[in-house]
């Protein structure tokens, strides 16, 4: 795993959850993940390095947002994605997955950046807002010169909350959340 030292500074010190995947590799492997992530979901890092992170659906393979993700990857693009996923104690949670490709200076993907956030009630929006300003942080700290890793924030993040909420996947998601 050769990660630049800008990725695991990052990582190390970000707040929000993060997970690095390399879709270079057999079935995309999470080659990182930090302290946030661990905490979001109860697992370790020992225990999710190597995997997948669709085991995080735990057994809820036929939510609509797989093929959003997987659309989203195979056309290169970033995206937003509510997900239900299951903790390592089995407890559900819905889950705005946001996905970034990381490229190298030749423009090919070396890494696929996750950011997950909990999504609990419809004023989650506040949380979302820091959540996104610091993802947009990070995502620009990741931005090493060295090794030319191409990451722009404007292109990465959403600017606003209404953006990121404008899906309708999102909004019928959302709705079950409305009291």
């Known amino acids: 795993m050769d990660l630049s030292s800008n990725i695991l500074r990052v990582f190390s010190r970000s707040t929000v959850p993060l997970s690095l995947a390399n879709p270079n590799l057999p079935d995309s492997p999470l080659v990182l993940v930090n302290q946030p992530f661990c ?18 659906q735990g057994s809820r393979r036929d939510q ?29 949670f819905e889950n705005l997955v946001f996905l970034y490709h990381i490229r190298g200076a030749d423009g090919n993907v070396l890494y696929h950046l996750g950011s997950q956030f909990k999504m609990t009630t419809r004023a989650s929006a506040s949380p979302l807002d820091t959540h996104l300003l610091s993802l947009t942080d990070n995502l620009h700290d990741m931005t090493d010169n060295t090794h030319r890793v191409r990451v722009t924030a404007r292109r990465q993040v959403s600017n606003s909350l209404a953006t990121v909420l404008r899906s309708s996947v999102i909004q019928e998601r959302l709705a079950d959340f409305r009291g």
């Open 39 to 56: 905490m979001l979901t109860g697992y370790e890092k020992s225990e999710v390095i190597g995997r997948n992170c669709r085991f995080l």
């Open 64 to 92: 609509h947002a797989r093929g959003e993700i997987r659309d989203a990857i195979d056309a290169g693009v970033d995206t937003q994605v509510l997900f239900t996923n299951v903790t390592r104690t089995d407890e559900e």
